[in-house]
């Protein structure tokens, strides 16, 4: 396997992190207990691909699985989570204001909150964009 190869594995597997913590933050947002059959259900994934992700959640220190096996995040999956998630809704509304669908809002949100940097985010949610005039694009 070649460099862009392996860097095109380890975004895929940083972006199915980032969908399963997201996941695991809005069930926990509504339920107490969480289980792996629960996030498996919501995301529409076999038991199995749920419960490797889980085992690298935990050894990745973002989550732990209590005696009853039910999952919790850690301080720093809810940290992780919260800002997946506000990157996520961030960009799908802008993109409905936009009058894109609400349904490809989604997706595209979810995208584009997985390529983009913290630091880009944050500027970007502070108001640093410009519009297209101002950038003499037209």
């Known amino acids: 396997m070649n460099d862009t190869q392996k860097n095109r594995m380890n ?9 399963y913590l997201e996941a695991l933050f809005l069930l926990l947002k509504d339920q107490n207990e969480i289980r792996s059959s629960d996030l498996a259900s919501f995301m529409g994934f076999s038991r199995a691909s749920v419960s490797q992700a889980v085992l690298s959640l935990e050894q990745g220190g973002f ?3 209590d005696e009853k096996y039910c999952l919790h995040l850690t301080e720093k999956g809810s940290l992780a989570a919260r800002r997946i998630h506000r ?3 961030f960009f799908e509304k802008n993109l409905v204001l936009a009058g894109v669908d609400p349904v490809l809002a989604d997706r595209e949100g979810r995208r584009m909150g997985h390529s983009l940097s913290d630091e880009s ?7 640093g964009m410009r519009k297209e005039e101002e950038l ?3």
């Open 11 to 19: 975004q895929i597997r940083q972006e199915s992190r980032e969908d």
């Open 63 to 65: 989550l732990l699985m």
């Open 136 to 138: 003499k694009l037209i």
């Open 121 to 127: 985010f944050e500027r970007i949610a502070a108001g």
């Open 87 to 89: 990157k996520h809704i």
